[in-house]
């Protein structure tokens, strides 16, 4: 999923904002979860992907697990199909 990364507290942690619609999610993981580019973001950052897992399938949605529980919803969230993007 495409996220915002910033440094962290530790030296493989980051913070990764996702904005799901108007809806803004802010949680930590470790750099191995995600995919960070170079290219910065419009508020600082850099653009990246975070790798989550497939909980449940909805008809219009998945539910993903993150790599770790956000500030404000948990470790589950429900985000669109399109979303997420499958690694082969």
Known sequence: ??????PG?????RRVE???GDKEYVTY????FLTISDEPSEGGGKKGMVWVKVRR?????????LPEETLSAGELITVPKNA???VV
């Open 1 to 6: 999923m495409e996220c915002v990364i910033f």
């Open 9 to 13: 507290m530790f030296s493989t942690e």
């Open 18 to 20: 996702l904005r799901i």
């Open 29 to 32: 993981a470790d750099e191995e």
């Open 57 to 65: 399938d909805l008809p219009d949605a998945y539910v993903v697990a």
């Open 84 to 86: 997420v993007q499958e």
